[in-house]
């Protein structure tokens, strides 16, 4: 499956966005899909995930209760609704794919810049 994020820009801290991950290949609804962020200087974080099967999702700590993530099988989409943004989520974010059984998120996008203002 191949990937393309879309959506990031430059937000005032409170303020929203919506990232897109635009995938291909058939099998689609089949994968669990992730939400990936890095900051400068520091390591990458998981910031969310929706399972193939029955769409439920689970969250970074530092994002539960602002952001939320859903998925369209039928547009081959995955979406990230950013609310409530704050300066500290400012970093690259990455959508990924891993197929249910797997352990590691083996495909990922090219990755869409957030930068939240003070």
């Known amino acids: 499956v191949q990937l393309q994020a879309s959506g990031g820009g430059l937000v005032q801290a409170g303020g929203s966005l919506r990232l897109s991950c635009a995938a291909s290949g058939r099998t689609f609804s089949s994968y669990v899909m992730g939400w990936f962020r890095q900051a400068p200087g520091k390591e990458r974080e998981f910031v969310a995930g929706?399972?193939?099967?029955?769409?439920?999702?689970y969250y970074g700590n530092p994002v539960k209760g602002r952001f939320s993530i859903s998925r369209d099988n039928a547009k081959n989409t995955v979406h990230l609704q950013m609310n409530s943004l704050k300066p500290e989520d400012t970093a690259v974010y990455y959508c990924?794919?891993?197929?249910?059984?797997?352990?590691?998120?083996?495909?990922w996008g090219q990755g869409t810049l957030v930068t939240v203002s003070s």
């Open positions: 929706i399972n193939w099967s029955d769409d439920s999702t």
């Open positions: 990924a794919a891993r197929v249910p059984t797997g352990n590691t998120y083996d495909f």
